[in-house]
């Protein structure tokens, strides 16, 4: 047993010793200590984060689900809303992913296209909130091709261009529409990268219910149940685009030509010659390596705790370097070496295992080609316990995320400023895990190492290096499908040459919103200096360019209606400073949402009804249509959200989480209650939010 595992670990090191190749000399030299670094908090009020990109001049850009897109200002302190788009929104769609074009803002080709993978609304039904006992805007789980053609939906591959602060949302240009089926949970999500030839890819998720197949592979091909429930039809579709990478060469008119080297040829029947890797289930997040052509992609599992002869493996996380185009065999095998049983689901029969040297896809939703690539190998894998291969990787859930790698340049360490991380990261891909709050370097060599252990990376949700070499880091927080109060947009700066750390500014105010003459006591409490140095405090409340206070306690009185960037910039002797802001609005007030039913404590079980009554409260006359309540299934540390009601009252089905025992996995039935207003006077819409978690009943 001690042979094979060692042979096991040493044929791991090899597989990835290619695959975290840096350029530069590969150095066994131990991590600088993490008091050479320190965490700056950019926006602490980010909405529910999704995305980011960071601009040549270190502003950033980062994208919240509800279709918001806002902007830091690194000079300033100040988060402006930069775009606010209008998407359709049940279970996990909205807006996903940013990314700036290779040539934003830069050289001889220089542009402004920022480009967003997004859900438009479309026709698609939406709940009635006057029905409140039927719910339209969930799809059937059963029915005929009639009862799903209606939320058959796309999300939407486009650009933009960046004009100063805003992303005009008048210039778009349509690129790609990756069709999904609407009003059924989930695994929708998309990244964005370029290369260094300037061609993009686009990851996609397979777009299948994950709750009715115990949690192992979902090829349910009954005649009469909704396609979402095969995911055969989708990342095993050589001829459809989700559960893939794609590859696409961006034309100036919006239009895209396929690059060489994709995994099927133009033409070639029962194919998208868009596709550059296909058999993903949900690839959150990719990165590419522009220096070297790598490309970092890590992929989600299913629940399954346990492996089982007659279904397939336990819950595998994956992370890989794609060089060339592949099949990275999902529904059919979790890797090449771990094959999914066949499983009928009408019978509830178990055939044969797949083949991953040679799968064949002969579902009836299929319309791509039967026989199917051979399965690439991953470079990593692991599932919830230790894995013998990369015991380094530790134990829980399952959230593999694919990092960036660092591209070292000596400017960017240089000068009392600079941020740049060391040499020591050059070439190194990250690697982040969402459910386990850590972030790990993948070195040459199979050495996988801890980056920054002392610090807390609260599920991040996306990390890119800025220009200026600094790391910087959105975090989701803990909790469900809304503005977390951990989540932040966040810089982690190195400060090794100068030993001086730049104080972190912490703002906060007694109320944000309110009717003139509003008063308000601000304070700066909470604001540090890792080196103890004496801080000077500098308010501007009402964006004037004056200073108002110079105390870290102080009140101001709005007596015109507006909004208002309260910022505080903090300094210390050396010159280094930095700013956050506090968003006041005068002239309306944030609604007050409570959940009345159900309350915590309140019984439950999965598969029951739950009625649901939310009062809201607010200076504008209430609107129970804007009324909206999430229903997720908790899961340790994350969630899956199932469906959207609407209105005031309700009733919401909830299901059957197939693939866990309720009986002992960590599950919970999550309601989440939101109303936004309509705003006033032009002043910007105001949200509020309720949740209650019910413990099922054992």
């Known amino acids: 047993m001690r042979a094979r595992t060692a042979i096991a670990a040493m044929t791991a090191a090899a597989i990835l010793m290619p695959a975290a190749a840096a350029q530069g000399a590969e150095t066994t030299s131990a991590p600088p200590p993490d008091d050479r670094f320190q965490k700056v908090t950019l926006n602490d009020n980010p909405g529910e984060p999704m995305d980011l990109a960071v601009l040549p001049d270190s502003r950033v850009l980062h994208t919240t689900r509800k279709g918001e897109i806002w902007l830091h200002d690194p000079k300033t302190g100040l988060n402006t809303l930069a775009a606010d788009l209008d998407v359709y929104q049940h279970d996990e769609e909205g807006l996903q992913s940013i990314a700036l074009s290779p040539g934003f803002g830069k050289g001889s080709k220089k542009d402004d296209w920022v480009y967003l993978y997004y859900s438009p609304p479309l026709d698609t039904p939406i709940d009635d909130p006057s029905t409140p006992g039927v719910n339209e805007g969930d799809a059937p789980f059963t029915g005929a091709p009639e009862d799903f053609e209606p939320f058959e939906g796309l999300i939407r591959l486009s650009r933009f261009r960046f004009t100063g602060a805003t992303v005009d949302l008048r210039t778009e240009q349509r690129i790609l529409d990756v069709p999904v089926d609407r009003g059924i949970c989930c695994h929708v999500g998309g990244d964005i990268v370029f290369d260094a030839k300037g061609d993009l890819y686009l990851s996609t998720g397979d777009d299948t ?65 868009e596709i550059y890797a296909m058999g993903l289930r949900n690839p959150f997040r990719i990165e590419l390596n522009r220096s070297n052509g790598d490309l970092y992609v890590a992929d989600y599992s299913p629940d399954a705790r346990n492996a089982d002869p007659a279904r397939g493996p336990a819950g595998t996380g994956k992370w890989t370097v794609i060089r060339k185009a592949g099949n990275y065999g999902w529904p059919y095998c979790a890797t090449a070496r771990l094959p999914y049983t066949d499983y009928d689901f009408a019978t509830g029969t178990s055939g044969a295992a797949f ?113 200026d070499g600094a790391l910087y880091v959105l975090e989701y927080g803990d909790g469900f499908f809304q503005e977390n109060p951990d989540a932040q947009l966040a810089r982690i700066d190195y400060i090794g040459n100068t030993g001086n750390h730049t104080p972190v500014p912490a703002a906060a105010a007694s109320v944000t919103a309110g009717q003139a003459p509003l008063t308000v006591q601000f304070t700066g409490a909470g604001t540090t200096d890792a080196d103890g140095d004496r801080l000077r405090y500098a308010w501007d409340f009402d964006a004037d360019g004056r200073v108002d206070s110079r105390s870290p306690e102080a009140a101001f009185t709005f007596t015109e209606n507006g ?23 005068v002239g309306n007030d944030t609604p007050v949402v409570e959940i009345l039913r159900p309350a915590e404590g309140d019984p439950f079980a999965f598969g029951d009804v739950v009625e649901f009554e939310v009062r809201v409260t607010d200076d504008q006359p209430v609107d129970c249509a804007r009324v909206t309540v999430d229903y997720i299934l908790g899961h340790d540390d994350h969630g899956h959200p199932q469906t959207t009601a609407r209105g005031c009252t309700g009733s919401i089905q909830t299901t059957e989480p197939g693939g866990h025992d309720p009986e002992n996995d960590d599950l919970t039935g999550v309601f989440v209650a939101g109303y936004t207003d309509p705003g006033t006077g032009g ?16």
Not at 401 to 428: C, E, I, K, N
């Open 563 to 585: 909004l208002y960037n309260a910022t505080l910039r903090v300094s210390d002797p050396s010159g280094r400073s930095a700013s956050t802001s506090v968003r006041i609005v």
């Open 209 to 273: 219910n994950p709750f009715f197949s115990d949690g192992y592979t979902p090829i349910d091909e009954r005649a009469d149940r909704n396609p979402a429930f095969d995911a055969q039809r989708s990342s095993g579709n050589t001829n459809d685009l989700r559960g893939k990478i794609l590859r696409i060469s961006p034309r100036d008119n919006g239009s895209y030509a396929i690059p060489s080297g994709n995994l099927f040829r133009r033409g070639t029947p029962g194919t998208r010659p």
């Open 683 to 698: 002043l910007p819409e105001l949200t509020g939010t309720d949740q209650v978690v019910l413990q099922p009943t054992r």
């Open 355 to 467: 083949g991953c040297a040679a799968p064949v896809n002969e579902s009836p939703h299929n319309t791509g080609r039967r026989e199917l690539p051979p399965v690439v190998q991953p470079d990593v894998w692991y599932s919830y316990g230790q894995s013998a291969e990369f015991p380094q990787l530790g134990t829980g859930g399952i959230g593999p995320m694919a990092g960036p790698a660092y591209d070292f340049d000596q400017r960017d360490t240089r000068g009392r400023d600079a941020v740049g991380w060391p040499r020591h990261y050059d070439g190194v891909p990250l690697f982040y895990e969402w459910t386990r709050d850590y972030v790990k370097a993948f070195h040459r060599g199979g050495r996988i190492e801890d980056v920054l252990p002392s610090f807390v990376f609260d599920n991040p949700m996306d990390m890119e290096f800025g220009p």
